[in-house]
Nanobody
Framework: QVQLVESGGGLVQPGGSLRLSCAAS????????MGWYRQAPGKQRELVAS???????KYVDSVRGRFTISRDNAKNTVYLQMNSLKPEDTAVYYC???????????WGQGTQVTVSS
């Protein structure tokens, strides 16, 4: 059974930091491209950052320079370090794992991030 379990969300003031974690089980984690998506109320889900099995990363323009995605294959975990948080970063953040050759696509349950004073 595949599980992606996010943690680390919460309430933070503008300018603050949070670190999200996503622990995976039931997959060969090291071969998956892992991503963090977010969905704010009334908006479509968007890709925030991704990291390939080889360690290549991509970011949406709005978070580049503030967020960092990383992975620890020994712990089957992907992280999203979020610095200089802004109110517009408020959303539910979802972990995603993709293995394109087999069209495998898995999601976590989401974790709420709220940036507010």
């Amino acid at each position: 059974q595949v599980q992606l379990v996010e943690s680390g969300g919460g309430l933070v003031q503008p300018g603050g930091s949070l670190r999200l974690s996503c622990a995976a089980s039931g997959i060969i984690f090291s071969i998956y491209t892992m991503g963090w998506y977010r969905q704010a109320p009334g908006k479509q889900r968007e890709l925030v950052a991704s990291i390939t099995s080889g360690g290549s990363t991509k970011y949406v323009d709005s978070v580049r320079g503030r967020f960092t995605i990383s992975r620890d294959n020994a712990k089957n975990t992907v992280y999203l370090q979020m610095n200089s948080l802004k109110p517009e970063d408020t959303a539910v953040y979802y972990c995603n794992g993709k293995y394109t050759p087999k069209r495998y696509d898995y999601w976590g349950q989401g974790t709420q991030v709220t940036v507010s004073s």
